[in-house]
């Protein structure tokens, strides 16, 4: 598939890693064109078989995305109504990216704020440099709330507490503390944030799809059951995956290369990343 017919969005295919580079200058403000061509890439990402993991990154070394456009909020309608019955179109568009079977991470080197920072919520993992990326939801000091997804998605990640510090607070969040919050999965050195993100997509990129996809299917599909009921939910994705010719393949070519063996199994982790094997 060719992504060239984006103007803000500059999306290049690597061995089944899409990378997404976000460049809305000055300050890659998540504005009614970024908007669309988030959906549009979304739907096109989603449809793409040769795709596998998808990393969001900013062309601008100081703006992951700054937020939402504060003047498309202003012209949303005020009038009292009763309560929703379906998602905004930026709800729906950030539900593409967290429910599609893909993985989607977030490599951020600047300020992700307000929207910017509930595209990262939404996505699967999220990477940020140590010293430069910095992430809050500042809406409260403009008399409005995180209305993208924040005031659901982060209590979730982080808990109610900390959650609410961040969305009252209003303030910048560094990368470390968003690491020791469970904000962010890592905070890392500038210099090593790429090449880790790089192993990491390109790493799971050449694991069967089918698995990929159960095994995120089965993490989300647990999400607000109790144990038991959460645990037919895994048992249920175990069973679709064990069922495929990846797995069949990858399980003889694991025992073939040795494992189960002292000396394979001492090294497991250290074993070059290997290309997926198309789907039959």
Known sequence: ???????????????????????????????????????????????????????????????????????????????????????????????????????????????????????????DMRFAALGKACFSQPEVMVGIIPGGGGCVRLPRLIGRGRALEIALGCDDLSAEMAERYGYINRALPPAE???????????????????VALAKAAVDGGEGRTIPEALLVEQHCFDNALATQAARDGMQAFMDMGGQTREVELELSDAPDKPAKPST
């Open 1 to 123: 598939m060719s992504y060239v017919d984006y103007r803000l969005l500059k999306t290049s295919v690597d061995r089944g890693v899409a990378t997404v580079v976000i460049d809305n200058p000055p300050i890659n403000l998540f504005d009614m064109p970024l908007m669309e061509e988030m959906i549009r890439l979304g739907q096109d990402l989603k449809a793409d078989n040769d795709v596998r993991v998808i990393v969001f990154e900013s062309a601008d070394p100081d703006f992951f995305i700054a937020h939402a456009d504060i003047t498309l909020i202003q012209q949303l309608p005020v009038e009292a109504t009763g309560a929703p019955t379906e998602l905004s179109f930026f709800h729906e568009m950030l539900e593409t990216f967290r429910t599609m079977p893909k993985v989607t991470i977030g490599k951020v080197e600047g300020r992700a704020r307000g929207g910017g920072s509930e595209l990262l919520l939404a996505l």
């Open 193 to 211: 944030l790429e090449p880790f993100v790089t192993r990491l997509a390109h790493r799971i990129a050449s694991f069967p799809p089918e698995a």
